[in-house]
């Protein structure tokens, strides 16, 4: 099974700011077989990136991708009031697995 | 639109059995695979099932193999999940979602989700 780890746990920015996630796998990730999805309190996850860095419909361009084998990374480059949340990465290379997710906080 | 629409939750004893629905509109239902996706309370997303446009092929987590089954039904474009031998450990909002093809790849729409509890 591919462990997914996400660091940091926690992440404490100002709006307006970048925010740097990291997602980093036990094996190398197939094809780039890796998403991001945000979770807000109450509400089901969204899909925000599919294949490390093609941007979901709908999805503002202030959110990007980056990454390939084991070491991947979403940015959002200047923090919107709405972009606090839950990030999770997966990969759906070898079965599907999760990461334990980064919580992005109002500083 | 497409929508998805999780139904079935609810309390059961352990040992107990549930079937969870998930109503699919807005897509040609049969063509495109589905999965489960739980999440206990506070923590994070866990991969529970998933099944091939037609139904072809199912997959399971280690955690449920051989107590949960996976089905579909592409005349009512309905997805389900029959969960026997429940556990405490079950218990979590459980979420369908949708794959972007026949056999393949990430989640690309959720429904809201279902609650599970497992207690006595």
């Known amino acids: 099974e591919i462990v997914l780890t996400q660091s940091p746990g926690t992440l404490s920015l100002s709006p307006g700011e970048r925010a740097t996630l990291s997602c980093r796998a036990s094996q190398s990730v197939s094809s780039s077989y890796l998403a991001w999805y945000q979770q807000k309190p109450g509400q089901a996850p969204r899909l925000l990136i599919y294949g490390a860095s093609s941007r979901a419909t709908g999805i503002p361009d202030r959110f990007s991708g980056s990454g390939s084998g084991t070491d991947f990374t979403l940015t959002i480059s200047r923090l919107e009031p709405e972009d606090f949340a839950v990030y999770y990465c997966q990969q759906y290379g070898s079965s599907f697995t999760f990461g334990g997710g980064t919580k992005v906080e109002i500083k | 639109e497409v929508q998805l629409l999780e139904s079935g939750g609810g309390l059961v004893q352990p040992g107990g059995s549930l079937r969870l629905s998930c109503a699919a509109s807005?897509?040609?239902?049969?063509?495109?695979?589905m999965t489960w996706v739980r999440q206990a309370p506070g923590k994070g997303l866990e991969w529970v099932s998933a099944?091939?446009?037609?139904?072809?092929?199912?997959y399971y987590a280690d955690s449920v193999r051989g107590r949960f089954t996976i089905s579909r039904d592409d005349s009512k474009n309905t997805l389900y999940l029959q969960m026997n031998s429940l556990r405490a450990e079950d218990t979590a909002v459980y979420y369908c979602?949708?794959?972007?093809?026949?056999?393949?790849?990430?989640?690309?729409?959720w429904g809201q989700g279902t609650l599970v509890t497992v207690s006595s």
């Open positions: 979602a949708k794959r972007p093809g026949y056999n393949y790849g990430y989640f690309d729409y």
């Open positions: 807005g897509f040609t239902f049969s063509t495109y695979a």
């Open positions: 099944i091939s446009g037609g139904g072809g092929s199912t």
